[in-house]
């Protein structure tokens, strides 16, 4: 049986927003970041990290470069007992590179279609949590529930989302901790039920 998931978008919710993120050196979790990522571990939640790397297709960063900052990551996550089940990226971007217009860069929903497909879970019972108006889409797009922290680009986001853009979001929250908090204590459906 399928079950739900948490999607997470990286910079600017998970760790905090360095334009284009390109070195280990760099990268440093917002606050209660791990903690949050714990709870949903806890909590039975599989957890994937879902981000748009256009850096990549920038130049200003490579596939290995890109597998080092993630395997710091899950490292720092995993010193605060924090673990997560799959990454998922798109290196593309329509104006540089290759100017590829794919189907896997957020707001497209391809990223998590695949990570349900190949994690087994269901779409409609889970969470895209970010910080970015494309996040929020790519999860109404997969058919999911969509939630907006206030680091990272959040705030902006809030500023100028219009009445029905902001009735259609599930959750604002200070920050992943407090989304998480409201994930875990709400009514939402767990793994299992």
């Known amino acids: 049986m399928s079950q739900p998931a948490v999607f997470i978008d990286r910079d600017g919710t998970i760790n905090v927003n ?41 130049g200003l960063l490579t596939e290995e470069g890109l597998t080092e900052i993630h395997t710091e990551l899950k490292s720092i996550l995993a010193s605060q007992h924090a673990s997560i089940n799959g990454i998922y990226h798109c290196p593309h971007h329509p104006d540089y590179g290759e100017k590829i217009i794919c189907d896997c860069r957020k707001p497209k929903p391809n990223m998590l279609q695949r990570a349900a497909q190949e994690h087994n879970l269901d779409l409609s019972r889970s969470f895209m949590i970010g910080d970015s108006y494309s996040d929020l889409l790519a999860g109404w797009n997969a058919g ?8 990272g680009y959040g705030d902006q986001v809030i500023s100028k989302a219009n009445t029905e853009n902001t009735q259609k979001i599930s959750y604002i929250g ?7 908090n409201w994930i875990i204590a709400s009514k939402a459906p767990t793994p299992g039920s």
Request: charged share 15%; glycine share 2%; net charge negative.
């Open 18 to 58: 360095v334009h284009h993120l390109n070195c280990v050196e760099d990268l440093q979790l917002i606050p209660n970041a791990a903690e949050a990522i714990a709870k949903l571990n806890t909590a039975g939640y599989p957890v994937i990290i879902i981000t748009n790397q256009s850096a990549i297709a920038r």
């Open 144 to 151: 999911c529930q969509s939630a907006l922290v206030r680091t």
């Open 174 to 180: 200070d920050d992943l901790l407090d989304v998480v």
